[in-house]
């Protein structure tokens, strides 16, 4: 299933119905719901799909935004945080997203699980990779100090992730909704890469898989803190979807597939063949770029 994220277009119109429309002229009809739409745009949306207008595929965490945070936060409320009012904030916000996502029809919902606020290794390393020290001794060190200290601080924050997530998975179960933990683009987000297989194995809720984002995961692979194909290959048994966009070096991401460096024609085949491949696009993209790209995949990986 192909689909296309509103997060391109959304900026662009104030109505929910536009914005779709919009997409419906460009021969899109089916989409997910971004992050940051807020609540008369969803309602917008829901008029064109109870018209039987568009399919939903997917709906992102969290939907509608919420309306006391100014502008697209989706970090906002983080199932990880210290703060007991800002996780319970976090949950509710995202049981308003699984009945939504139930309501469309949708496959499944995308999870952003959190992060250690502490640290910040992704700003540093992409200072070092301005400054011309990337592979170099001082960034090995660097990245040993940042595995040593995200190890340490990593459980904590995955038993916060875990009790929100036992709060609501067993109601997105009995709506028949997927949830999707995302990959992020950041080694302070949680779950890691080594950590997520193991932390779905713990939930044990048959519901809950893993979001592959193909930008993130390259960002990663850019400053070298992952393997992308290694890391796709074993976590495909567990995808519920996916998020794809390229990325130009280290991390301008959100770019139309095709204009960058993920080696899509070695990693697609790896995807299961049912699950959702949503386009998530930067607003800037050029409207004919993404034409383009998506033709081309569609030429390419569904002829």
Not at 124 to 130: D, Q, S, V
Not at 210 to 231: R, V
């Amino acid at each position: 299933m192909l689909s296309f994220s509103t997060s391109w277009n959304m900026h662009r119109h104030t109505s929910g119905e536009t914005m779709v429309e919009e997409l419906l002229r460009l021969g899109i009809d089916t989409i997910e719901l971004g992050h940051g739409l807020k609540i008369t745009q969803v309602e917008g949306i829901i008029k064109v799909f109870e018209r039987g207008d568009v399919k939903i595929s997917s709906v992102h965490n969290f939907c509608p935004h919420p309306m006391e945070i100014p502008g697209d936060s989706p970090d906002c409320y983080e199932f990880t945080s210290h703060r007991d009012t800002d996780r319970r904030r976090a949950t509710k916000l995202t049981s308003d997203t699984i009945e939504l996502a139930a309501r469309l029809k949708a496959r499944a919902v995308v999870l952003h699980g959190g992060r250690v606020r502490t640290m910040r290794c992704y700003r540093k390393a992409l200072e070092m990779i301005e400054n011309g020290e990337f592979l170099t001794k001082a960034y090995g060190d660097m990245k040993i100090e940042a595995l040593a200290a995200r190890e340490e601080s990593g459980p904590k924050r995955l038993e916060r992730l875990r009790a929100a997530i036992d709060h609501f998975a067993p109601r997105a179960a009995e709506l028949g909704i997927l949830l999707g933990l995302e990959n992020r683009e950041r080694y302070e987000d949680v779950p890691s890469e080594r950590e997520m297989l193991p932390f779905l194995n713990r939930c044990g809720h048959p519901n809950l898989g893993y979001w592959h984002d193909f930008g993130h995961a390259q960002i990663k692979h850019n400053m070298a803190f992952l393997n992308h194909k290694q890391w796709l290959e074993s976590a495909a048994p567990r995808l519920v979807g996916c998020h794809v966009h390229d990325v130009s070096w280290p991390n301008l991401d959100h770019q139309p597939p095709f204009s960058g460096e993920v080696p899509f024609l070695e990693l697609v085949p790896l995807l299961p063949s049912d699950v959702p491949v949503v386009f998530e696009m930067n607003p800037d993209a050029e409207t004919d770029a993404v034409l383009a790209s998506r033709k081309r995949w569609q030429q390419t990986f569904e002829s």
